[in-house]
């Protein structure tokens, strides 16, 4: 991995120490509008428990808090997490956010508890792409949704996102394009 590709996984990829929280700074930003986009798509309820993987800043689950009965949300950047709890910190008080700091191949969560699932920017860095879809549909009930929605620079490639979809157990997967942003849904059969 050369020296730029290392300054950029410690800014956006895994972000830690100073480096992390200016990267968090700039992701807040950029990330905000695919952000909200993708919680359109999932057509988020009142009554809906959703999980986000790989929050980030917390943009998505402040959004996400303003719409859902309850969010819950895990990244494996310890900066991340104090940045989202900063963000979200009124909603954390209140019971409706709840931030963890861990894997998407590790969900500290019961079989069938959600509702919904996003992961915004986030699963071009996952170890196993299609261990953490797994893992999300495990999270999820039957009829649940997921939507996995990139930026145009996230690095992700549109081509082979609803094979994997198709191969973690998802069905009526499909990809719809907004601007340079993208998202592929799914759901739990």
């Known amino acids: 991995m050369s020296v ?14 100073l480096l992390g929280r200016c990267g968090g700074i700039i992701m807040a930003r950029t990330n905000n509008d695919c952000a909200g986009w993708v919680i359109e798509l999932l057509e988020v309820q009142p009554n809906d428990r959703v999980l986000e993987v790989g929050f980030g800043p917390g ?30 910190a009124n909603a954390i008080k209140s019971g409706g956010v709840e931030l963890h700091n861990g894997s998407v191949e590790s969900l500290p969560f019961a079989d069938s508890s959600l509702d ?20 999300m549909r495990r999270v999820l009930r039957s009829r649940g949704t997921i ?7 996230s690095g992700q490639r549109k081509e082979g996102l609803i ?7 998802f069905t009526k997967a499909h990809l719809s394009e907004k601007g340079g942003n993208f998202c592929a ?5």
Do not use: C
């Not at 990244?75 to 997490?81: A, F, K, L, W, Y």
């Not at 094979?163 to 157990?169: F, Q, T, W, Y």
């Not at 849904?185 to 059969?189: D, G, I, R, S």
């Open 4 to 17: 730029t590709d290392q300054i950029l996984m410690r800014m956006f990829g895994r972000p830690r120490g």
């Open 59 to 88: 943009v998505g689950i402040k959004r996400l808090s303003e719409v859902a009965a309850h969010v819950t949300g895990i990244d494996q950047s310890s900066e991340m997490v104090v940045q989202a709890k900063a963000r979200n």
């Open 116 to 135: 919904k699932a996003m992961a915004v920017n986030s699963m071009q860095i996952w170890p196993d792409a299609l261990d953490g879809l797994r893992e």
């Open 147 to 153: 939507a996995l929605g990139f930026t145009p620079y």
């Open 163 to 169: 094979d994997k979809l198709i191969a973690a157990g």
């Open 185 to 189: 849904l799914a759901t739990k059969p």
